[in-house]
């Protein structure tokens, strides 16, 4: 049988532009150039930055903790006990990637990331938390 962390590192590093890397607190770390979408610890946790919007709306639905060091950052923990928390592990993880892709996209790849977050199976509230800093930019630009 696999270890989580290697279901888990097959998984992300197949996504287009990302590497993975020890961690500087052990563990492997998952990144889009210089930008960090989150690092694994062993097989038992996960950690994912967010904004505190996008982390607030993660905790309210039970999809994963504050993390467990820095409580009022949009960091986020995550604790693999079950076969099945590989997959929230590895969405967690896709939530990342998309929100940092997202910021950085140009128009013509901007639509593809957009249309993935909508047709994702999470909350209203955690896709507009997603798609909030593309709004408030539109916004401004008005």
Known sequence: MTSYNAQIVHQVTSWDGI???PHRFGG????IGQVEIGHIHGSHML???FTVKIRE???AAGEAHPHHLLHASGWISFYLRKDADVQQAIKLLRLSYLQKRLRRADPTTR???EQEIAALPISAALKNALLARRAE???DAV
Do not use: I, K, M
Not at 28 to 31: D, H, I, L, P, R
């Open 19 to 21: 590497t993975a890397q």
């Open 111 to 113: 639509a593809a990331y």
């Open 47 to 49: 950690d994912v930055p």
């Open 57 to 59: 709306s993660l905790v």
């Open 137 to 139: 930019r539109q916004q």
């Open 28 to 31: 492997t770390e998952f990144n």
